[in-house]
């Protein structure tokens, strides 16, 4: 069965300091790949996608991902975390049916200090 | 360009009753998706509607069932409330083909 596994549930990182939050997904076709960050009380925001070609993306808010097809991970890294990037993150798989439904990790929450 | 929205923003019911909630899609988007996500969880797939029609389910019993109009708005319904249905309730549009979501605020369901 598809599922994604975020294996931190909450990280700390001192403001300016680099960051790298965990994801490892399985899926036996090739993936799609989400990150999500959630506000308190907020809807998602898409951070950034992996579809297809170059494993290594760039997204909004200075955030990047790897996606290793090896080792079934895509990891989110940001080099320098802002205290307002303190928030819920979420990496998905984008699973075909007759649509494509996101399946979600449990996430980690990023407290940020200064 | 409008984003994705919902209403109502927050409601209250007790165990047995029913709801309705809704979801007006982004601009230009055909498909809408339903998510729940319960307190210190990541969301769950409900269901996925296309051309007023059911098109992908997840592991939800049928007493969650939905709606899309002509417009692509959408609403989802639930019958017979559980303390366990109290979540946060996302939707989310995209177009059909495209495997990028973007969601809405949520509507906090809470379930007494």
């Known amino acids: 069965a598809q599922s994604v596994t975020q294996p931190d549930i909450h990280i700390t990182v001192s403001e300016g300091a680099s960051l790298e939050l965990r994801c490892n997904y399985s899926y036996g076709a090739t993936p799609y790949l989400f990150w999500y960050v959630q506000s308190p009380g907020q809807g998602l925001q898409l951070l950034l996608k992996y579809f297809s070609g170059d494993t290594l993306v760039q997204g909004i808010k200075g955030f990047e991902a790897e996606f290793k097809r090896s080792q079934s991970s895509f990891n989110l890294r940001k080099p320098s975390v802002h205290w307002s990037d303190a928030a819920e993150y979420f990496c998905a798989v984008g699973v075909k049916q007759a649509g494509t439904a996101l399946i979600f990790g449990k996430g980690t929450t990023l407290s940020v200090s200064s | 360009e409008t984003g994705v929205t919902q209403s109502p923003t927050h409601l209250i019911k007790t165990r047995g009753q029913q709801v309705t909630l809704r979801c007006s899609s982004q601009s230009g988007h055909n498909t809408v998706s339903w998510y729940q996500q319960a307190l210190g969880q990541g969301p769950q797939f409900i269901f996925q509607y296309y051309r007023e029609e059911e098109n992908g389910r997840g592991n939800f019993p049928p007493r969650f069932s939905g709606l899309q109009f002509p417009n692509y708005s959408s609403e989802l319904n639930v019958n017979a409330l559980e303390l366990d249905d109290s979540a946060l309730y996302l939707c989310?549009?995209?177009?059909?083909?495209?495997?990028?979501?973007?969601f809405g605020p949520g509507t906090r369901l809470t379930v007494l």
């Open positions: 989310a549009s995209s177009l059909q083909g495209n495997n990028e979501q973007f």
